[in-house]
């Protein structure tokens, strides 16, 4: 037998077996250097798709507290943060999809198509009704990626369409009550052990406890209550009298915005707090009348009250919600200025970041 002969098993003679494992090689080889040059945008979506925006998420966040994460990221790369700060969550947030199915969360029946058993049985009419509130999609479609059906097809986390770049906003159902402190400390404890890649496009994560609009009473009350949470869980230590320092982030929104409306009374309650001085005094009150011996220090504060004006596209006219929470010390730092640590060891403080 030559070498022109024929190969029972292929029906190709030698010299066309190599030639076509040589052009396979090369086809290989293009591809790998295609990967490589590929931008940021393309190499995650070609591993997981971008949630859509959660529109109703505007008159959600206007009747009731939500919890959920503040991101900010690099200008212009909005896309790539999101792909990217969804594959960590999806690692702290699956737990919580068995939870928030039975608390009504769940899809309806064209959803269920897609969904695990374990989303349990709910009412038809019920799901829709919650499945209209968060706004997400009940097309069908075939199941992406287990990071997907945490983030969109289950409906755990909502992505929030905003009117700044270089931030990014997920909110849970009103209905989950997701601990999202623990699950940012969780977050920072894996990139210090290694087990969590340093992130490239998401700078800084802050965990929304609760949100409410920019009023004077509404803000106390959710200061005071997650004031009251924080000091009487076991867990968390600290000295008397307690340290305390207050952040306060408008990302843009000055007085001069809305000081040609003035005369309309519904813009008095914005006008006043979104005056730094007096913000600060509301929350110092509001932790003073739980702690009574607490102390503002800004050098090395014990507990850290942070509140984030989110700018949320489609905001009715005059008005305006904020995230609050309040975090140990662990979770910020004090130098050179008040904010939420960085999850990358190189990222600057720059004017409008968190």
Not at 26 to 55: C, G, L, N
Not at 62 to 87: D, L, W
Not at 133 to 144: A, D, F, I, L, W
Not at 231 to 245: I, M, Y
């Amino acid at each position: 037998m030559t070498d022109e002969a024929e190969t029972p098993e292929l029906g190709l003679a030698k010299p066309e077996i190599e030639e076509k494992k040589k052009n396979e090689k090369e086809k290989e080889k293009e591809k790998e250097e295609e990967t490589v040059t590929m931008t940021p945008w393309e190499q995650h979506s070609a591993v997981i798709s971008i949630p859509r925006f959660d529109y109703k998420a505007p008159s959600s966040l206007m009747e009731y507290s939500h919890s959920g994460f503040f991101i900010t990221c690099s200008i212009k790369r909005e896309k790539s943060a999101t792909k990217e700060v969804i594959s960590v969550l999806a690692k702290y947030v699956r737990s919580l999809s068995t939870h928030s199915s039975e608390n009504s969360e769940a899809p309806d029946a064209k959803k269920r198509k897609t969904c695990p058993e374990e989303i349990g049985s709910v009412n038809r009419a019920e799901s829709k009704e919650t499945n209209d509130e968060s706004g997400v999609s009940t097309r069908e479609t075939t199941p992406s990626s287990p990071k997907m059906d945490v983030i969109e097809e289950r409906g755990i986390l909502s992505l929030v369409k905003l009117t700044r770049s270089g931030l990014l906003l997920f909110t849970f159902p009103r209905s989950c009550s997701a601990d999202t402190v623990d699950i940012v400390a969780k977050i920072f404890q894996s990139l210090g052990s290694g087990n969590l890649k340093p992130l490239v496009w998401c700078h800084r994560i802050f965990p929304i406890q609760a949100t409410c609009l920019l009023k004077e009473d509404d803000l106390r009350t959710v200061v005071s209550k997650l004031v009251q949470e924080f000091v009487s869980c076991d867990q968390n230590k600290f000295e008397k009298p307690l340290k305390f320092a207050v952040g306060y982030n408008r990302r843009g929104v000055e007085e001069t915005e809305v000081k040609n409306k003035n005369t309309d009374p519904k813009y008095s309650d914005l006008l006043v707090l979104l005056d730094r001085n007096k913000c600060f005094s509301v929350v110092a009150g509001a932790v003073k009348e739980i702690v009574a011996d607490a102390v503002v220090d800004l050098k090395s504060p014990e507990l850290g009250v942070f509140i984030e004006v989110l700018p949320v596209s489609g905001m009715p006219s005059g008005s305006l919600v904020v995230a609050v929470s309040v975090l140990p010390h662990n979770l910020f730092t004090s130098k050179p200025k008040l904010c939420v640590k960085a999850l990358t060891a190189d990222t600057k403080t720059s004017k409008g970041q968190i």
